[in-house]
């Protein structure tokens, strides 16, 4: 059985302005209102106070068990013996790092394990000091197991069937461990928000249900990936037609999310899916008026924040390719190994190019104005 929480930590920011054009010199001077914001912020906070007040809340709560801490890319820190008590450590580690870096900390993901009241929880938090001005400053996962749901030494299969099978079927000690996994999830955003000056915080808790969704014995923990492992598929599958989901063969999939996209597909609110199918949308009109702006205006070169523009939407585009499978759990069709979406074969979306949005905004001058 395993619990999860999502809490999402703003903090005071101000908008990141881009470097202004010659044609924005020349408005300019001729006294033109130019805006210069993009769509991204930085946060006033630097990654080093964050972790620091971090710290101190987890110190708090009695959470000093670390299990690894990046810096930019870089891994400044890693328990790979499961050292108990070794967040003094991590933060050794860290002002080391800090002392030999040639630039000031951006981004850190920091995670520690910490047992209480019958779980195994596992909080991972993740700050950057410039973001997209929709995401948070910081994201805080949680994700809870319950120790009874563990297999004990000796334990055959049989008996752990029938040990959690007694568990699961009464809802009274269900609900009595969701309430102590939301109590300590609340414990945790107070004493963040005591901590971090002017946050504002939002959390959100959800049951995710027994680990691999049977009776049996849970599966070995796996260490985390950036990429999935590919769908495994039985021996000599039988080659069945996609008609209907009902006909449709779809093997267990072995995919492989790190702690942030199982929560982030589990917590309330729009999927995510179509909260970034809503920003792919939205950015690439936002390049194609900009593009066409610029060509009315007899500019040559493509303006500097189209260019990151598009870099944006393209990640965000393979982004969604990765996630959007999972987070719908398509079926995989064993004819033709790609996944179905609504009985049809789902096709990843194509990565947009530079000219790709010069003939979608040629497009947008030639078409008829709206009357």
């Known amino acids: 059985m395993r619990f999860a929480a999502s809490l999402e930590i703003d903090l005071p920011d101000d908008i990141v302005e881009r470097s202004p054009t010659i044609w924005d010199s020349c408005r300019s001077l001729l006294g033109a209102n130019v805006n210069l914001a993009t769509h991204r912020v930085r946060t006033r906070m630097e990654a080093a106070t964050f972790l620091h007040q971090v710290r101190t809340t987890l110190d708090t709560l009695g959470i000093d068990n670390a299990r690894f801490l990046v810096v930019d890319g870089v891994m400044v820190f890693e328990d790979s013996r499961s050292q108990p008590h070794d967040l003094p450590d991590l933060m050794v580690a860290f002002i080391d790092h800090a002392l030999v870096a040639s630039e000031g900390c951006r981004q850190l993901r920091l995670c520690v394990e910490h047992e209480e009241a019958g779980f195994n929880f596992e909080i991972e938090a993740r700050f950057a000091m410039e973001h997209e001005l929709d995401e948070p400053t910081a994201l805080v996962s949680v994700l809870g197991r319950v120790l009874d749901f563990a297999p004990q030494a000796g334990e055959s299969t049989d008996a752990y069937r029938r040990?959690?099978?007694?568990?699961?079927?009464?809802?009274?000690?269900?609900?009595?461990?969701?309430?102590?996994?939301?109590?300590?999830?609340?414990?945790?955003?107070?004493?963040?928000?005591?901590?971090?000056?002017?946050?504002?915080?939002?959390?959100?808790?959800?049951?995710?249900?027994?680990?691999?969704?049977?009776?049996?014995?849970?599966?070995?923990?796996?260490?985390?990936?950036?990429?999935?492992?590919?769908?495994?598929?039985?021996?000599?599958?039988?080659?069945?037609?996609?008609?209907?989901?009902?006909?449709?063969?779809?093997?267990?999939?072995?995919?492989?999310?790190?702690?942030?996209?199982?929560?982030?597909?589990?917590?309330?609110?729009?999927?995510?899916?179509?909260?970034?199918?809503?920003?792919?949308?939205?950015?690439?009109?936002?390049?194609?008026?900009?593009?066409?702006?610029?060509?009315?205006?007899?500019?040559?070169?493509?303006?500097?924040?189209?260019?990151?523009?598009?870099?944006?939407?393209?990640?965000?585009?393979?982004?969604?390719?990765?996630?959007?499978?999972?987070?719908?759990?398509?079926?995989?069709?064993?004819?033709?190994?790609?996944?179905?979406?609504?009985?049809?074969?789902?096709?990843?979306?194509?990565?947009?190019?530079?000219?790709?949005?010069?003939?979608?905004?040629?497009?947008c001058r030639k078409a008829p104005a709206a009357h």
């Not at 069945?240 to 589990?266: C, H, K, M, V, Y």
């Open 163 to 363: 040990r959690i099978a007694a568990i699961v079927s009464d809802p009274k000690p269900l609900a009595g461990l969701q309430l102590q996994f939301a109590t300590f999830v609340s414990r945790l955003e107070q004493a963040l928000a005591e901590r971090l000056p002017g946050a504002s915080t939002k959390a959100v808790v959800r049951s995710l249900g027994t680990d691999g969704g049977s009776m049996g014995p849970p599966a070995p923990r796996e260490e985390q990936r950036s990429t999935p492992v590919p769908p495994t598929r039985p021996a000599e599958a039988p080659r069945i037609s996609a008609r209907a989901d009902a006909d449709t063969f779809s093997p267990p999939r072995n995919f492989t999310l790190s702690l942030e996209q199982r929560i982030g597909a589990a917590v309330a609110g729009p999927p995510r899916f179509a909260v970034r199918l809503r920003k792919i949308e939205d950015l690439h009109q936002s390049l194609i008026n900009e593009l066409a702006l610029s060509e009315r205006e007899s500019l040559d070169a493509v303006p500097t924040h189209v260019i990151r523009g598009l870099e944006a939407l393209n990640r965000l585009i393979e982004e969604h390719n990765f996630a959007f499978p999972i987070e719908r759990n398509l079926p995989l069709d064993s004819a033709t190994d790609g996944f179905l979406l609504g009985g049809e074969t789902w096709s990843p979306m194509k990565q947009v190019s530079i000219d790709d949005l010069r003939r979608e905004a040629a497009a």
